[in-house]
């Protein structure tokens, strides 16, 4: 089936008009974003902290680029280093009649307080309070400096 010039050049007409017209909407259209939001359409054009809220409402998480280079810089950094986690050891010691520096130091060496009880009972020595030990019960921990240890229970 032979096709006529009259129909060729019907149908290439119809081609360019097409196109014309999409080439038109195109560059005359808006440059204003169309959003769908909770069954609306709204039309507008969002400026820059509008466009970080709506992602960061929809769970997003948005950097600028100076950020996320810090970020990724002190991941790096946290790699090279080993996870140190710090554990802290908490008791209640009870202090009787009867105890003596030495007993307090071992109590608290064996809920691993302190390092060494012969050091603590050196340190106790040394500042002469040894016989201000005070009965009762005290809440320690291992981030406790000695003086605080002593101050705690000596008077």
Partial sequence: MEMKAE???SFAAGLMIAAGLCGAVYYLGSDETTTATENKTVTSKMSEDEMISLLASKGFVVHTEEEWNKQLAAEKEA???PNEEKVV???VLTVTLGMTSIDVGKALEKAHIIKSAK?????????GVSTKLRPG????ESGMT????IKTIFK
């Avoid at 050091?119 to 500042?127: A, L, P, S």
């Avoid at 019960?137 to 320690?140: G, K």
């Fill in 79 to 81: 790699e090279k280093k």
């Fill in 119 to 127: 050091e603590f009972f050196n340190e106790v020595e040394k500042r």
């Fill in 89 to 91: 050891y908490r008791t």
């Fill in 146 to 149: 000695e003086d605080q240890i």
């Fill in 137 to 140: 019960s005290y809440d320690l």
């Fill in 7 to 9: 129909k060729m050049r």
